[in-house]
């Protein structure tokens, strides 16, 4: 069982599962999420790896949003959404979840080395507007054994516990859009903090 999700965390993912703007989520929300994400890969469109990365929405869509859909109109609304984050539970959701980060993860993998490289990253993110420095804090949270690349282990973690864990601090968003506000960001009144941008434990 999934634990209980925070509304802001709810509201930004329905915003960028949003795509067209409909304030509601449908199938072809989702679709147009895997062909930016082909598109972003470069990979050929009729590639095995474009294939793949489309079924692992498809079955998002399938598994976890279709259900939410309670009065059978295709489409789900704010409200649907909410109560089925909360009911949703891990067997539907982290199959999912895990099928379009494998899928990700092999066409960004473009080396076919077994790991994402920082270029690797920064090629895969800038597709969804992060900047470079954003990109290298994203490598920095995720490689968790610090030996300078993302593994395969290391990039499902990072996202499936940013869903799971509510009190996760990785940002798993990016596989939806791009990165809103990010910690680098200067803040608003300029203050005498004099800490670095990036915080010792990441
Ligand atoms: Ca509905
Ligand atoms: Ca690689
Ligand atoms: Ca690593």
């Given at each position: 069982m999934i634990p209980s999700w925070k509304r802001s965390r709810a509201l930004d993912l329905f915003d960028r599962l949003d795509v067209t703007g409909s304030a509601t989520i449908t199938e072809p929300d989702l679709q147009e999420l895997a062909e930016h994400t082909v598109v972003g890969t470069k990979a050929?469109?009729?590639?095995v790896k474009a294939k793949a990365i489309r079924a692992g929405y498809d079955y998002l869509w399938q598994t976890?949003?279709?259900?939410?859909?309670l009065n059978g109109d295709r489409q789900v609304n704010l409200v649907e959404f909410e109560e089925g984050l909360n009911h949703?539970?891990?067997?539907?959701?982290v199959p999912a979840i895990t099928m379009i980060a494998t899928a990700i993860f092999n066409a960004y993998d473009l080396d076919e080395n077994g790991s994402l490289s920082q270029q690797e990253i920064i090629n895969w993110l800038g597709e969804y507007g992060v900047s470079h420095q954003d990109a290298l804090a994203h490598v920095r949270d995720m490689d968790t054994n610090r030996n300078g690349t993302v593994s395969y282990k290391e990039l499902v973690s990072a996202i499936t516990d940013y869903y799971i864990n509510p009190e996760a601090s990785l940002d798993g968003h990016w596989m939806f859009g791009p990165?809103?506000?990010?910690?680098h960001e200067a803040p608003a009144e300029p203050t005498l903090d004099l800490m670095p941008a990036l915080s010792p434990e990441f």
């Open positions: 050929d469109p009729d590639s976890v949003f279709a259900p939410m859909d949703l539970d891990d067997d539907s959701f990165k809103r506000v990010t910690r």
